[in-house]
């Protein structure tokens, strides 16, 4: 009779075969190693960490950016002449290179916890080199050009750091399942010593990080100021052309308390409403003055900008994608606009009893209007019967000299002083982008009576932060959007908070310990159990509900050829003793 001894059957194993086969290109079952990581392929999985790590830096920047998403198409086209959106390619090249990365990432973890042996195949380290490469490339360009938009980033951690916070803890938490499961396979005890220290030191990190995190919206609700008041910068851009009429009727619309607008000078001295240097983006001066599309538009006279359409560009270009929204009415209404003009605004601000805000730009030296450019716009504000009591007046040449002609006008300054250097100079109000004033500095301008204004608002987080810092009113150019935000997003009384907190550290705690006791059970028992000798494949048996039917039989295998060089037993004695009787006593007789 002849024993013969069948195959061994290994069990398909799809899942990872994806992951190590779109991870590194190994399909096979023979491809793969449980061997350790070489260093080359240990640097290549620091650089796809440092590039998730940076993306994911670069995509929270573009979140946050929103509220100044046409400040920066606008810079763009003060560089290029054509308006575009610039944020849309950048934003889906960043959302599919940060989708990528992450997704890589996923994979490397998932080698890790199965203990596979890390191997990046070639394409993807072109892919991460690339993604890195161009990543870095995009921060420097936007710290050359817009590098006062990085100050986003921790006025809205003020928002969101909180809630990070939390998120942080629970990917960190979760993440010691993988710690747990390096610690109990290595047999390198200088590995394993690194490893957890490391580890606890990322994790005890995290738990006193709240310590930093400050928010003026971690408050006692009882002290909460009243809602800062809306000022329609340039009215309401979003839905009808800037500085038009229609753009103002809809601001008033949407409950705003004032307007604030750019101002130039024509070459007839007639002061009018117009943010860029030239006409070309808002009008059609290409058509109607073909050869002067980049003139200066104070060198124009009134007569001739009255022939300009101002609100049909708005409707090719819809610069804030809300065409779609409007109803031919409005669609009409926005197709006759034309440039308006100080004295139009002021009647209407008179009117409804609105307040008005307006940065005069001063003529190029040979204009006519040079040296009067002050009496000119004083002149006008004169003639258009609006309360002096309503108009903000921020030009700073001349200050002494309009307050003795027009003292009834609010003396506002755009650059940034000391309460006790504004009220020298007669000043009561401030006009300031968000960025320029932290919590405490408009804390102190409130408790200086200092009226401070921020501009631009767009986003309900940043208005909300704002609201909880004690600003007295900002300007936007979407009040439509502000209208909607009664009440701060979140208040959160500072016991609360810490309550919060402190339950996530134990919550997180005690998580951590009970995956690491979990996961090193089979180490802890039999290192008390009084062994005669450590077999780590003998321990590594103990944890074989959490492993698959190749892993255990590979382990098995392994300490049936150990014991018997070691004399314990015969290896037919051993199978059986270890669940391999389907090896013996199944052969075919002859």
């Not at 117009?274 to 003055?289: A, C, I, P």
């Amino acid at each position: 009779m002849v024993k013969h001894q069948p195959l061994q059957v290994y069990e398909r194993q799809l899942c990872l075969s994806c992951i190590t086969g779109i991870y590194g290109c190994r399909w096979k079952r023979y491809q793969r190693s449980h061997d350790d990581t070489t260093k080359w392929e240990l640097l290549w999985s620091l650089i796809l960490l440092f590039t998730f790590c940076l993306l994911l830096v670069w995509f929270y920047f573009w979140w946050e950016a929103h509220n100044d998403y046409n400040e920066f198409n606008w810079f763009l086209y003060n560089r290029s002449r054509e308006w575009s959106d610039g944020t849309v390619p950048i934003l889906a090249t960043t959302a599919a290179g940060f989708t990528y990365i992450a997704f890589l990432m996923v994979l490397a973890l998932c080698h890790i916890a199965l203990g596979q042996q890390l191997n990046l195949h070639w394409l993807h380290k072109i892919g991460v080199t690339t993604a890195l490469l161009t990543t870095i490339v995009a921060v420097i360009s936007v710290n050359q050009t817009w590098g006062q938009e990085w100050d986003v980033v921790p006025i809205s951690l003020q928002a969101t750091g909180p809630f990070l916070h939390i998120g942080a803890l629970a990917a960190i938490t979760a993440l010691s399942w993988i710690v747990a499961g390096q610690v109990a396979r290595s047999e390198k005890t200088m590995f394993q010593v690194v490893v957890v220290l490391l580890y606890i030191s990322v994790l005890l990190g995290l738990y006193v990080v709240p310590l930093y995190i400050t928010s003026p919206c971690i408050m006692d609700p009882t002290t909460l100021k009243q809602r800062p008041d809306v000022i329609g910068h340039q009215g309401a851009p979003m839905l009808a052309p800037e500085n038009t009429l229609w753009s103002f009727q809809r601001a008033l619309q949407m409950n705003v308390t004032g307007f604030e607008a750019d101002v130039a000078i024509s070459v007839d001295g007639v002061p009018f409403l117009m943010h860029d240097r030239t006409l070309e983006r808002t009008t059609n001066v290409g058509k109607v003055f073909p050869g002067r599309q980049t003139d200066d538009a104070s060198h124009f006279n009134w007569t001739d900008l009255q022939q300009l359409n101002a609100g049909q560009w708005f409707l090719k270009d819809d610069p804030f994608w809300t065409v779609h929204s409007l109803s031919p009415h409005e669609k009409d209404l926005i197709a006759n606009q034309s440039v308006c003009s100080l004295e139009q605004l002021l009647k209407l601000a008179s009117y409804h009893n609105s307040t008005v805000v307006f940065r005069l730009r001063r003529p190029p030296p040979e204009h006519p209007c040079y040296d009067s450019w002050i009496n000119d716009t004083l002149q006008a504000v004169q003639q258009s019967g609006v309360p002096q009591s309503l108009v903000m007046w921020t030009p700073g040449e001349h200050r002494a000299q309009v307050r003795q002609l027009a003292p009834g006008l609010i003396q506002t300054s755009v650059d940034k002083q000391t309460p006790e250097t504004l009220h020298q100079s007669g000043i009561s109000r401030l006009l300031l982008r968000y960025n320029q004033a932290s919590t405490q500095e408009i804390r102190n301008f409130s408790e200086s009576n200092i009226n401070l204004t921020l501009y631009t608002i767009n986003e309900p987080w940043l208005y909300s932060v704002l609201w909880c810092s004690g600003v007295s009113s900002v300007s936007s150019e979407a009040p439509h959007i502000l209208n909607k935000v009664p009440y701060p997003i979140w208040l959160m009384r500072p016991d609360e908070y810490c309550l919060m907190w402190v339950s996530a550290d134990l919550i997180s705690f005690a998580v951590v310990i009970g995956i690491f006791i979990f996961q090193n059970y089979h180490v802890i028992r039999y290192r008390t159990s009084g062994m005669r000798s450590y077999n780590p494949e003998q321990i590594m048996l103990s944890a074989a509900v959490r492993r698959s039917s190749r892993d255990l039989n590979v382990m098995k295998e392994k300490l049936i050829f150990s014991e018997v060089g070691n004399g314990v037993g015969s290896a037919e004695e051993l199978y059986v003793d270890n669940g391999y009787d389907y090896y013996t006593n199944r052969g075919i007789s002859q």
